[in-house]
């Protein structure tokens, strides 16, 4: 009985801990190197995808949605197998990750698994903002 | 690992159709922008996951029962899932048909199509840490049959109840160590 409660336990709490970090964009950690794809004159979704992935057609689908639907976004996908040189310069521990690249190829978020499309357009916000645009332009 | 022929199951529901990549490649890395492609052969996603959940209740009835005749037998039926896993791939493995014939049809039919790929995966694992905890058990190691069937336990539970892909995530970290060695 022990060994099944404690088993559970911490299933749930791994379940839980995951699900709460899932989709949720965060800050770069630290400058990051400009080596990354820059498609979108505002922003790129730069979603790098492993080949073993459940979750990483569905979000491509939804940033391609969201890209779409946004002027001067893109979204570029990268596979990990590809570039593993990606995945250490840009910390990757989960797949999918998604970098949000502004116009000048710095990183200016992040968020791993399954990324929906509301957390996409809350992290584009403030990169659409007219100010940041004057900004790029200048 | 040996792939067989992918035969396409006779489907109640239509193929979907994955939109094509609009976004060109970014100057930086020219060429590489791919989409994760989905196979014409897709399966239902919800199929792997009932299976996890019919496989965790039968990892927690090895853990009830513990080391003996009994949990080491209903864990060997649980090797014997995993490795029907691994070698027909999810469409065709046990509990993939008894899901297509006893569960889909009750369900609402979806277009939603997933890449078989990861989930055979996940199950290669699973038949790693099983058979290896049976076997360990089977030489008269004590604890490696619990043990193994926690840890098998945990990856099936999150995948049944959160639809955490445990493999998957493994998946990475494997390629980001193979990386970083080379």
Redesign the interface.
């Known amino acids: 009985?022990i060994?099944?409660i404690?088993?559970?336990l911490?299933?749930?709490l791994?379940?839980?801990a995951?699900?709460r970090r899932d989709g949720r964009f965060t800050a770069p950690t630290a400058s990051s190197p400009?080596?990354?794809?820059?498609?979108g004159s505002v922003a790129?979704l730069v979603q790098i995808?492993?080949?073993?992935?459940?979750?990483?057609?569905?979000v491509?689908?939804t940033l391609?949605e969201v890209?779409?639907a946004t002027p001067g976004v893109?979204?570029?996908?990268?596979?990990?197998?590809?570039?593993?040189?990606l995945?250490?310069r840009h910390d990757?521990?989960?797949?999918p990750t998604v970098l949000v690249v502004d116009g000048l190829?710095q990183v200016r978020g992040r968020a791993s698994g399954?990324v929906t499309a509301a957390q996409a357009r809350t992290v584009l916000a403030p990169l659409l903002d007219p100010e940041a645009l004057d900004v790029h332009a200048a | 690992m040996s792939t067989p022929p992918e035969t396409t199951p006779p489907q109640t529901t239509p193929p979907q159709t994955t939109p094509p990549q609009t976004t060109p490649p970014g100057p930086a890395l020219a060429g590489s922008a791919t989409t994760t492609p989905v196979p014409a052969a897709g399966i239902d996603p919800r199929g792997p996951r009932a299976g996890a959940a019919v496989t965790s209740a039968l990892l927690a009835g090895v853990l009830l029962l513990g080391d003996g005749a009994a949990g080491r037998a209903l864990l060997g039926l649980v090797v014997l899932l995993f490795a029907s896993g691994v070698l027909l791939g999810p469409a065709r493995s046990v509990l993939g048909v008894a899901y297509r014939r006893l569960v889909a049809p009750r369900l609402r039919p979806t277009t939603e199509r997933e890449d078989p790929r990861p989930p055979r995966f996940a199950q290669v694992v699973g038949l790693l840490v099983a058979g290896t905890g049976l076997a360990l058990a089977l030489l008269g190691v004590p604890g490696a049959l619990v043990v193994a069937t926690a840890l098998a336990f945990v990856a099936a539970f999150l995948n049944a109840a959160f639809g955490v892909c445990l493999g998957c995530e493994l998946y990475l970290i494997g390629l980001r160590l193979r990386t970083r060695r080379a």
Not at chain 1, 92 to 95: L, N
Request: with cysteine; charged share 25%.
């Open positions: 009985m060994p099944l404690t088993a559970l911490l299933a749930t791994v379940g839980l995951l699900r400009t080596d990354l794809p820059v498609v790129t995808s492993a080949e073993a992935c459940a979750v990483c057609p569905r491509a689908r391609t890209a779409d893109a979204h570029v996908e990268l596979r990990a197998e590809d570039h593993p040189e995945l250490t990757v521990r989960r797949s190829g399954a």
